[in-house]
């Protein structure tokens, strides 16, 4: 399984953008790119998934260069509620099914 | 169900103690996973079950953890003669399929604390 490294903590206040690069330089072919987010005493929800390019949802952004060995999560003016961790991965879609989790980057959003 | 619901979301044992941990995932989903998160780190793979079969327990860190799914659904975890080691969150997580892109959508988790 390809291994991710991601910055342990960034800080940003309210209303600004933030983007979390996640590098994966030796993903595989097969390899989706999945963003996970955790709250304290909660499990991991699902954010955003891509291959390649960009792709966007209701919640985030995910730009995915042509090389596909780093990712970059963007959220939008971000607010206190996005106070989370936030764990970059990478997997195939048809091989071993157990997700691996790095130590994730702690995003703190102060007012 | 709404979402995967797990049981109990505290639990306490002596040393030695054996314990059960619930899982109740979403209604459909064929895949289901067990996690072990200790405080501070990401979530650690244990098990895979698709429908009742065990595929891979490969993270499971003793023998003394077992995993069963019996009917396909509802999955029990259960741990003997607990140590202060096995202190963690233990999160279960299903999908909806065994292929295509992986996403598994997680419980909140039972807390259990060795004493």
């Known amino acids: 399984l390809a291994k991710t490294t991601q910055p342990i903590s960034m800080d940003s206040y309210e209303g600004q953008e933030v983007n979390i690069t996640c590098s994966h330089n030796?993903?595989?072919?097969?390899?989706?790119i999945t963003w996970y987010q955790q709250f304290p005493s909660q499990g991991p929800r699902f954010i955003i998934q891509?291959?390649?390019t960009k792709v966007t949802n209701e919640v985030a952004s995910l730009f995915i260069p042509a090389d596909r060995k780093s990712s970059t999560l963007s959220l939008p003016r971000v607010s206190l509620s996005d106070t989370a961790v936030y764990y970059c991965l990478v997997g195939d879609g048809a091989g071993r099914r157990a997700l691996t989790f790095g130590s994730g980057t702690r995003l703190q959003v102060q007012p | 169900g709404a979402g995967v619901s797990q049981s109990p979301r505290y639990k306490v044992a002596k040393r030695g103690q054996d314990v059960a941990l619930r899982c109740d995932p979403i209604?459909?989903?064929?895949?289901l996973f067990w996690y072990q998160q200790a405080l501070g780190q990401g979530p650690e793979f244990l098990t895979y079950f698709q429908n009742e079969a065990q595929l891979d327990k490969s993270g499971l860190p003793s023998d003394r953890f077992f995993a069963e799914r019996p009917e396909g659904s509802v999955s029990t975890l259960k741990i003997q003669r607990t140590q202060q080691e096995d202190s963690a969150v233990y999160l279960c997580a299903s999908s909806l399929e065994p292929s295509g892109k992986n996403i598994q959508y997680f419980g909140a988790g039972t807390r259990l604390s060795v004493l």
């Open positions: 209604s459909g989903h064929v895949s």
């Open positions: 030796n993903i595989a072919t097969n390899d989706y």
């Open positions: 891509g291959y390649k």
